[in-house]
Each structure stands twice: as structure tokens, then as C-alpha cells.
């Protein structure tokens, strides 16, 4: 059975060397307990729970899944003692509050941990990962009251949470939100509708469920302007805040999926449960996007995730099958043939997956600089600075979650092509890191909302570009600086005709949807990649330009670490980067070939 190891050297370049965490931390409130030490300590504990206690769940939860018998769902075998092991160790609150019964350590430390975990086993990282979603949530919008009843136990793990936007009629376009919230009189709301595809909706592993919902006032304004959030418990707390009786929620279904078995998606009936309202009427949208991009960065992991896994099996299955002899001589003339090791073409599977696993954990470490300052902010009440930080994070944000899941959905395929016949069949673990990480460009948006998102909002219609040339000044600057070095210059050159090029796409598209609106659609899918093959270039210059000093200099890696880096930025820049090109290209064209042919006539089938 393969076995999942927690990628600590390449995370600890990172944090240590390119992004310089311990200044970083020490610059933060949060980060006081957050020294060296500390840091290693914990991803070194952190690491071994995921190889040791989830990583061998990860097939037999896949295998067994989850069962649903009178409204009760039971996950595999091995979770509840696993959630159990997670809960006792305290790792839910590792980045929460501590008057909430957390640790106060930076958010981004959560980050960490939830990489390992969702690179090992997704399906079970999820259960978790939801309920943070709904603590960041109540953290931010909540009363002190709510605070104080839902934080607490969310935070030990007692409590699970989740979060319920989608209906069966309605997907993305939340402005059809029909579930009813009808007030009580006494400060609560009743509670009416059905939601579909709630992740850890209803399990065995927590005590209680606190589900955060959408939902519309009776006098609320059509569209999205009308709804609200609430919170609303599977069991409602009693008065000592433990689990009192049953609310009105149930669990309709099991969703039979493609992939993460072991994790209960859920179709969930509220029939008339008590609810109470979190944040101000008719505002629901914007306190869920607290949790949205919460969730939108933690899927971008299941883009890092996967890449790593499927590439950690895939290397060590092409260091020992053998086929063929290598085109350029024999390598091992003591075996009966060549490790496919050797064949050019493999080794270009194998890179890639290597290219964009640690590229894509660089761009979420950057982005958790950012995260860790918002929320820094935040605590501070420093309103103007949250919401700086909160643009900067919201312009990458689109482009962690699209780019990093196209790209980690293409590695897992790659590596089950080098498995060859045996990545098909099951025992191997290859087809379901495939089938598990279909999921994540759907989600939380697919790529095509995101690329809107980026596109359309965040760069167009709330910035006019004005995001794209932030961003790209602190990319080209950064680039200017290793220039005079021979060894990054061909690198630093390129960066700063991608940064020209991508400010010069970014009027283009502007002019052109002022003439034609279907631009900003037929264009954001490519401007989403090119943005993000451009931003990966950033974090492999970054990663090169530490290389190439500590190879003169000394540092904490060995020369083999550093000179696989300049080797890897190599091939990226070579072999991916220019693919960017073609989205570029692509995004110009006239949007004729998309929108000329008629509906009835996409096929002639009668």
C-alpha cells in the first residue's frame, strides 16, 4: 500500500528561507508563541499523526464509505478513533482565538496543518476543515453571546460545523435562495428549506453539528440583496452549554459520488428548525464570504495536495519498474531493463507534477502572509488595514483556487500515466487520488466562477485593472533585482515581459467588453490561467534567487536541495511557463466563435 510523507525539507525552505516566517511571526501579535522551535515542533508532530494515523486511511475510506440508516451516517472504519486522536491532540484550535479555548497561533500555521492533512486524506480533512470555516465565520459576525456558546466547543472539536448555500434549484446563483426563516418572537428564526451537496452535513464524529445557512426574511428583497445568515445546531445547546434536544435538521441522502467517498456529502431538510441570526438582515452573502474564501483558500490545497501525493507514489514507482532501455545508453546494465526513470518523457510527467506541487505550496504560502495580517487586523479593530489585506487575498484568491486545481487534477492524471496499466486498477491508489480531486474545481465555485470572479469583479469591474498593477509592480520589482546575476537573469527578463504583457492583456479585455460584454466570459478562463502560470513563475524566481544565495553562502538545506530547485525552476520556466501564451492569445479572440452558431444547432441528432 503506498504511504503519504509530510514534505517537511521543501515546507521548511519555504517558511525559513523564501518567505521568512520567523521575522514574519515576530512581527505579529499572534506569532509571540510562534518562534522556531514551536513551528518545527508542530509540523514535525503534525506530520506524523498524517503518515501515521490518516495516510492509512485513506483507501479503506474510500472502499467502505459512508453509510446512512435512519437518519444517523456512519463514516469508515478508523475515522471516529482518528477524529478522536485529532481532537485530543488539540489540533482544531491550533489558530483560534484563545479566549475561545484555542491556541492564538497564526492563522497560517492552520494552513500548514491543513496541507499535510489534506494531502494524506482529504475525505477525513474535510470534517474538520468545514468547521473552521464556521468558527472564522462566528468569530467575525457573530455576537458575543453566539461567541461564547458555539466557539468554545467548536474549537476543542466537540462540535463539528458546516456551511449551506445550495438548493436543488440553484447553484452558484445564490439570488435563488427559497429557504425560509420566519421569526420566533423571541430572538430565534424558524427555519424551512432544503440544501444539497452540505460536506459533513451529518457524521458520527462530533457530539453536535452547528450549520451555518442561507436563508430569506419575509419581507427580504428579491436577489442576493435578500438573504441572511444563521446559525442553526443539529441539537440546541442547553442552558450549561452542552447538547440539549433535537432541532428540526435532518439528513435526506447520501450523495453517491465520483470520488471522496469517505467524506458525507449530504442533502439536508430543515423543517422548521430553530435558527438565530448572525450578522445584520439581508446581509448574509457578505458574512458568507468570510467563510467562502475561508473555503476557497483550503480547497486551493487540494490542487497542492494531490499534485504531491499522486507525484511522491509516481517518483518511487518510476525508480523501480522497469521497461525498455533508456534511448541514450543503457543506465543499469546489470538489470534485465532501464527504471522508466531514465525515459525522457516520464521524467517530463514527473517534473511537472514536482514543478507544481511546490510551486502551488509557494503561492499558498505567500497568501497566508496575507491571511495572517488580515486577521491580525481584525483582532485589532483596524477596519481600514483588514480590508487592504483583505483586497490583496481576495485578487489571488481566485486564482489559488482555479489555477492550482486545474493544474493538481492534471498531475494526478499524469501520475497515474506513469503507473501505466497498474495506475487503472485500484490497489495501486493512483485512479482515486483521480477520482478525489475531480471534486475540487467544482466546489467552492468552479473554475469558471473563479476566473469571473477574478476577471469580472476583482479586476474589471471593482479595481479597473488597478489589482493586476499592484500586484505586477511588486512581481516586476522583485524581478529588477536579479537582473545582474547570470544565473537568475534569464528568469528576472521573462518575469518582466509577463508583467508587461499581463497589464497590456488586461486593458485589452477592458476595452474590448465595452463593445462586447460576452468578452469578460469568453476571456476569463484564460486570463485566470495565464495569471496563474505567471504568478507560479513569481514563486519559482523567489525559490531560485534563495537557491542561488545560499549555494554561495550556506544554509539550512543541503547543495542537492538547492541545485534541484534551480533545476525544477528551470524546467518551469522552459517547459509550463510557456503555455501562458496560449491563454494570452486565446483571450483575445473575437468572442464570434463561441456565441455564432445557434443553440438548436450544437447538434443534429433527429
Same mark, same amino acid.
Given at each position: 500500500?503506498?504511504?503519504?510523507?509530510?514534505?517537511?525539507?521543501?515546507?521548511?525552505?519555504?517558511?525559513?528561507?523564501?518567505?521568512?516566517?520567523?521575522?514574519?511571526?515576530?512581527?505579529?501579535?499572534?506569532?509571540?508563541?510562534?518562534?522556531?522551535?514551536?513551528?518545527?515542533?508542530?509540523?514535525?508532530?503534525?506530520?506524523?499523526?498524517?503518515?501515521?494515523?490518516?495516510?492509512?486511511?485513506?483507501?479503506?475510506?474510500?472502499?467502505?464509505?459512508?453509510?446512512?440508516?435512519?437518519?444517523?451516517?456512519?463514516?469508515?472504519?478508523?475515522?471516529?478513533?482518528?477524529?478522536?486522536?485529532?481532537?485530543?491532540?488539540?489540533?482544531?484550535?491550533?489558530?483560534?482565538?484563545?479566549?475561545?479555548?484555542?491556541?492564538?497561533?497564526?492563522?497560517?500555521?492552520?494552513?500548514?496543518?491543513?496541507?499535510?492533512?489534506?494531502?494524506?486524506?482529504?475525505?477525513?480533512?474535510?470534517?474538520?476543515?468545514?468547521?473552521?470555516?464556521?468558527?472564522?465565520?462566528?468569530?467575525?459576525?457573530?455576537?458575543?453571546?453566539?461567541?461564547?456558546?458555539?466557539?468554545?466547543?467548536?474549537?476543542?472539536?466537540?462540535?463539528?460545523?458546516?456551511?449551506?448555500?445550495?438548493?436543488?434549484?440553484?447553484?452558484?446563483?445564490?439570488?435563488?435562495?427559497?429557504?425560509?426563516?420566519?421569526?420566533?418572537?423571541?430572538?430565534?428564526?424558524?427555519?424551512?428549506?432544503?440544501?444539497?451537496?452540505?460536506?459533513?452535513?451529518?457524521?458520527?464524529?462530533?457530539?453536535?453539528?452547528?450549520?451555518?445557512?442561507?436563508?430569506?426574511?419575509?419581507?427580504?428583497?428579491?436577489?442576493?440583496?435578500?438573504?441572511?445568515?444563521?446559525?442553526?445546531?443539529?441539537?440546541?445547546?442547553?442552558?450549561?452549554?452542552?447538547?440539549?434536544?433535537?432541532?428540526?435538521?435532518?439528513?435526506?441522502?447520501?450523495?453517491?459520488?465520483?470520488?471522496?467517498?469517505?467524506?458525507?456529502?449530504?442533502?439536508?431538510?430543515?423543517?422548521?428548525?430553530?435558527?438565530?441570526?448572525?450578522?445584520?438582515?439581508?446581509?448574509?452573502?457578505?458574512?458568507?464570504?468570510?467563510?467562502?474564501?475561508?473555503?476557497?483558500?483550503?480547497?486551493?490545497?487540494?490542487?497542492?495536495?494531490?499534485?504531491?501525493?499522486?507525484?511522491?507514489?509516481?517518483?518511487?514507482?518510476?525508480?523501480?519498474?522497469?521497461?525498455?532501455?533508456?534511448?541514450?545508453?543503457?543506465?543499469?546494465?546489470?538489470?534485465?531493463?532501464?527504471?522508466?526513470?531514465?525515459?525522457?518523457?516520464?521524467?517530463?510527467?514527473?517534473?511537472?507534477?514536482?514543478?507544481?506541487?511546490?510551486?502551488?505550496?509557494?503561492?499558498?504560502?505567500?497568501?497566508?502572509?496575507?491571511?495572517?495580517?488580515?486577521?491580525?487586523?481584525?483582532?485589532?479593530? +483596524?477596519? &481600514?488595514? !483588514?480590508?487592504? *489585506?483583505?483586497?490583496?487575498? #481576495?485578487?489571488?484568491?481566485?486564482? %489559488?483556487? $482555479?489555477?492550482?486545481?486545474?493544474?493538481?487534477?492534471?498531475?494526478?492524471?499524469?501520475?497515474?500515466?506513469?503507473?501505466?496499466?497498474?495506475?487503472?486498477?485500484?490497489?495501486?491508489?493512483?485512479?482515486?487520488?483521480?477520482? +478525489?480531486? &475531480?471534486? !475540487?474545481?467544482? *466546489?467552492?465555485?468552479?473554475? #469558471?466562477?473563479?476566473?469571473?470572479? %477574478?476577471? $469580472?469583479?476583482?479586476?474589471?469591474?471593482?479595481?479597473?485593472?488597478?489589482?493586476?498593477?499592484?500586484?505586477?509592480?511588486?512581481?516586476?520589482?522583485?524581478?529588477?533585482?536579479?537582473?545582474?546575476?547570470?544565473?537568475?537573469?534569464?528568469?528576472?527578463?521573462?518575469?518582466?515581459?509577463?508583467?508587461?504583457?499581463?497589464?497590456?492583456?488586461?486593458?485589452?479585455?477592458?476595452?474590448?467588453?465595452?463593445?462586447?460584454?460576452?468578452?469578460?466570459?469568453?476571456?476569463?478562463?484564460?486570463?485566470?490561467?495565464?495569471?496563474?502560470?505567471?504568478?507560479?513563475?513569481?514563486?519559482?524566481?523567489?525559490?531560485?534567487?534563495?537557491?542561488?544565495?545560499?549555494?554561495?553562502?550556506?544554509?539550512?538545506?543541503?547543495?542537492?536541495?538547492?541545485?534541484?530547485?534551480?533545476?525544477?525552476?528551470?524546467?518551469?520556466?522552459?517547459?509550463?511557463?510557456?503555455?501562458?501564451?496560449?491563454?494570452?492569445?486565446?483571450?483575445?479572440?473575437?468572442?464570434?466563435?463561441?456565441?455564432?452558431?445557434?443553440?438548436?444547432?450544437?447538434?443534429?441528432?433527429?
Amino acid at each position: 500500500m503506498p504511504v503519504y510523507k509530510a514534505p517537511l525539507r521543501d515546507m521548511k525552505f519555504l517558511l525559513n528561507e523564501v518567505f521568512d516566517y520567523p521575522r514574519h511571526y515576530a512581527s505579529l501579535a499572534s506569532g509571540e508563541n510562534a518562534t522556531p522551535d514551536i513551528v518545527d515542533a508542530i509540523l514535525a508532530e503534525c506530520g506524523k499523526f498524517c503518515e501515521e494515523v490518516l495516510s492509512p486511511l485513506y483507501q479503506s475510506g474510500d472502499e467502505e464509505g459512508c453509510k446512512l440508516e435512519n437518519g444517523e451516517v456512519t463514516t469508515p472504519a478508523g475515522y471516529k478513533e482518528a477524529y478522536n486522536q485529532y481532537m485530543m491532540g488539540g489540533w482544531q484550535g491550533l489558530s483560534a482565538p484563545e479566549e475561545y479555548g484555542g491556541q492564538g497561533l497564526p492563522a497560517s500555521m492552520g494552513l500548514l496543518k491543513q496541507e499535510m492533512m489534506g494531502t494524506a486524506n482529504w475525505s477525513f480533512s474535510m470534517y474538520p476543515g468545514l468547521s473552521l470555516g464556521a468558527m472564522n465565520t462566528i468569530y467575525l459576525h457573530g455576537s458575543e453571546t453566539q461567541k461564547q456558546t458555539y466557539l468554545v466547543p467548536l474549537t476543542e472539536g466537540r462540535w463539528g460545523g458546516t456551511m449551506c448555500l445550495t438548493e436543488p434549484q440553484c447553484g452558484t446563483d445564490l439570488g435563488q435562495v427559497k429557504t425560509k426563516a420566519e421569526p420566533q418572537g423571541d430572538g430565534s428564526y424558524r427555519i424551512t428549506g432544503t440544501k444539497i451537496f452540505i460536506s459533513s452535513g451529518e457524521h458520527d464524529l462530533t457530539e453536535n453539528i452547528v450549520h451555518i445557512v442561507l436563508a430569506r426574511l419575509p419581507d427580504a428583497p428579491k436577489g442576493t440583496r435578500g438573504i441572511s445568515l444563521f446559525i442553526v445546531p443539529k441539537f440546541l445547546p442547553d442552558a450549561s452549554g452542552g447538547v440539549g434536544e433535537r432541532n428540526g435538521v435532518s439528513c435526506g441522502s447520501l450523495e453517491k459520488k465520483m470520488g471522496i467517498k469517505a467524506s458525507a456529502t449530504c442533502v439536508m431538510n430543515f423543517d422548521g428548525a430553530t435558527g438565530y441570526l448572525i450578522g445584520p438582515e439581508n446581509q448574509g452573502l457578505e458574512c458568507m464570504f468570510t467563510f467562502m474564501n475561508t473555503a476557497r483558500i483550503g480547497t486551493a490545497i487540494q490542487g497542492v495536495g494531490p499534485a504531491e501525493l499522486s507525484y511522491q507514489w509516481a517518483l518511487d514507482y518510476a525508480k523501480e519498474r522497469r521497461s525498455m532501455r533508456a534511448l541514450s545508453g543503457k543506465k543499469e546494465p546489470e538489470q534485465v531493463a532501464d527504471a522508466i526513470i531514465h525515459h525522457a518523457d516520464v521524467r517530463r510527467m514527473l517534473l511537472t507534477q514536482k514543478a507544481v506541487a511546490e510551486g502551488g505550496r509557494a503561492m499558498l504560502y505567500y497568501a497566508a502572509r496575507l491571511a495572517d495580517h488580515m486577521v491580525e487586523a481584525h483582532t485589532r479593530g +483596524d477596519d &481600514r488595514k !483588514a480590508e487592504a *489585506y483583505d483586497d490583496k487575498l #481576495g485578487f489571488l484568491t481566485p486564482i %489559488l483556487k $482555479g489555477f492550482l486545481t486545474e493544474l493538481g487534477y492534471e498531475c494526478t492524471n499524469l501520475g497515474m500515466q506513469v503507473f501505466g496499466g497498474h495506475g487503472y486498477i485500484r490497489e495501486h491508489g493512483m485512479e482515486q487520488i483521480v477520482r +478525489d480531486t &475531480r471534486i !475540487a474545481t467544482l *466546489y467552492e465555485g468552479t473554475t #469558471g466562477i473563479q476566473a469571473l470572479d %477574478l476577471l $469580472g469583479r476583482k479586476v474589471l469591474l471593482m479595481t479597473q485593472g488597478g489589482a493586476v498593477r499592484e500586484f505586477t509592480l511588486k512581481v516586476a520589482n522583485f524581478a529588477r533585482k536579479h537582473l545582474t546575476d547570470k544565473r537568475l537573469r534569464p528568469y528576472a527578463v521573462e518575469l518582466l515581459k509577463l508583467t508587461a504583457q499581463w497589464n497590456l492583456l488586461t486593458v485589452r479585455v477592458m476595452l474590448a467588453a465595452r463593445k462586447d460584454r460576452d468578452v469578460v466570459s469568453s476571456a476569463a478562463n484564460d486570463f485566470l490561467m495565464y495569471s496563474g502560470y505567471v504568478t507560479m513563475a513569481y514563486m519559482w524566481l523567489r525559490q531560485a534567487a534563495v537557491a542561488v544565495d545560499k549555494l554561495d553562502n550556506g544554509g539550512e538545506e543541503s547543495g542537492e536541495f538547492y541545485k534541484a530547485k534551480l533545476a525544477t525552476t528551470e524546467f518551469y520556466f522552459e517547459r509550463l511557463l510557456p503555455r501562458a501564451q496560449t491563454h494570452a492569445t486565446s483571450m483575445l479572440s473575437p468572442t464570434r466563435s463561441l456565441m455564432q452558431m445557434d443553440s438548436d444547432h450544437m447538434a443534429f441528432l433527429d
